[in-house]
């Protein structure tokens, strides 16, 4: 497995500032940038392609918090993150308000996809508004809950060591679930606006 961390020279860290990890890119890159070898003999040119590839998915992995932590535990354990199909405790309340929410706005979609006279589809709009403001409030809850974890990362990064992975993995899974719902309600909410 490519340790993303060595490849880019950064620490292994379960918290790392997407600037840093820009930079390390930015550097790291410029010298195999395509634009830079492209007159180079074909060897060459496939080497720095592949070089620049790997820095360029490296970097990818290392900005995402949840793809981060995820390498960094399977980097420490040798084994992927476990437990990914159970909400965790401190977010499944929001299970259940997410599941709610996303239902009403489907069946709503329905009804809209449905509407065929313009007298239908502009009570429907009116119908629309307190779920549309359910999902921006329901959004707002979620990046607030996002930014609990990234303190919670940023915490675990203070003395981090190997026998902090299970930590590790638990906010891993607690992302994953917390990105999935806002890119859902994100989704639902744009939908039922256009």
Same mark, same amino acid.
């Given at each position: !497995?490519?340790?993303?961390?060595?490849?880019?020279?950064?620490?292994?860290?379960?918290?790392?500032?997407?600037? *840093?990890?820009?930079?390390?890119?930015?550097?790291?890159?410029?010298?195999?940038?395509?634009?830079?070898?492209?007159?180079?003999?074909? $060897?060459?040119?496939?080497?720095?392609?592949?070089?620049?590839? #790997?820095?360029?998915?490296?970097?990818?992995?290392?900005?995402?918090?949840?793809?981060?932590?995820?390498?960094?535990?399977?980097? *420490?354990?040798?084994?992927?993150?476990?437990?990914?199909?159970?909400?965790?405790?401190?977010?499944?309340?929001?299970?259940?308000?997410?599941?709610?929410?996303?239902? $009403?706005? #489907?069946?709503?979609?329905?009804?809209?996809?449905?509407?065929?006279?313009? !007298?239908?589809?502009?009570?429907?709009?009116?119908?629309?508004?307190?779920?549309? #403001?359910?999902?921006?409030?329901?959004?707002?809850?979620?990046?607030?809950?996002?930014? *609990?974890?990234?303190?919670?990362?940023?915490?675990?990064?203070?003395?981090?060591?190997?026998?902090?992975?299970?930590?590790?993995?638990?906010?891993?899974?607690?992302?994953?679930?917390?990105?999935?719902?806002?890119?859902?309600?994100? *989704?639902?909410?744009?939908?039922?606006?256009?």
């Amino acid at each position: !497995m490519t340790d993303h961390f060595a490849l880019l020279e950064l620490p292994r860290s379960p918290w790392l500032e997407p600037a *840093e990890v820009k930079a390390h890119f930015a550097k790291l890159s410029g010298p195999v940038h395509p634009d830079r070898v492209h007159q180079a003999d074909d $060897v060459t040119r496939a080497d720095a392609n592949r070089r620049y590839a #790997d820095l360029n998915a490296a970097q990818q992995c290392l900005i995402d918090t949840r793809l981060r932590l995820r390498h960094l535990v399977e980097l *420490e354990s040798g084994e992927p993150p476990s437990d990914v199909g159970q909400v965790p405790q401190g977010i499944s309340e929001l299970f259940f308000k997410v599941g709610q929410a996303l239902r $009403v706005a #489907d069946q709503l979609l329905k009804e809209k996809e449905a509407a065929s006279s313009p !007298m239908v589809r502009a009570q429907l709009a009116q119908r629309i508004v307190e779920p549309v #403001d359910q999902l921006q409030r329901l959004q707002a809850e979620l990046q607030q809950r996002r930014g *609990e974890l990234d303190e919670r990362c940023r915490a675990l990064t203070r003395g981090w060591s190997a026998e902090r992975v299970p930590a590790a993995a638990g906010l891993q899974r607690d992302y994953s679930y917390l990105d999935r719902w806002l890119g859902q309600v994100l *989704e639902k909410s744009l939908q039922l606006t256009l």
